[in-house]
């Protein structure tokens, strides 16, 4: 997630509101799963919300390793 605002006329569509959010308002860029090329604009409050709900990890706790467990159960 980033900060963003932009001059460009263009309008998105919030992916947790489905709200109409204009590029020069300002607002948060995120990109789920670490994959810029799926990034999307969000309202700042709606990310708040997102990361209170935990919806929505940072960077930093998704590229977080993760323990791998030893041995097979079977």
Same mark, same amino acid.
């Given at each position: 997630?980033?900060? %963003?605002?932009? $001059?460009?006329? %263009?309008?998105? *569509? @919030?992916?947790? @509101? =489905?709200?109409? $959010?204009? #590029?020069?308002?300002? &607002? %948060? $860029? *995120? %990109?789920?799963?670490? =994959?810029?090329?799926? /990034?999307? &604009? #969000?309202? $700042?409050? @709606?990310?708040? #919300? ?9 960077? =930093? ?5 993760? !323990? !791998?467990? /030893?041995? /097979?159960?079977?």
């Amino acid at each position: 997630m980033r900060p %963003a605002q932009s $001059l460009k006329p %263009a309008s998105y *569509i @919030c992916p947790f @509101c =489905d709200g109409m $959010l204009h #590029a020069t308002s300002e &607002h %948060a $860029l *995120i %990109a789920p799963e670490g =994959d810029v090329s799926k /990034r999307r &604009h #969000a309202h $700042l409050e @709606c990310v708040v #919300a997102a990361r209170r709900r935990g919806e929505l990890p940072t960077e =930093d706790e998704f590229r977080k390793p993760t !323990k !791998k467990r /030893r041995g /097979r159960r079977g």
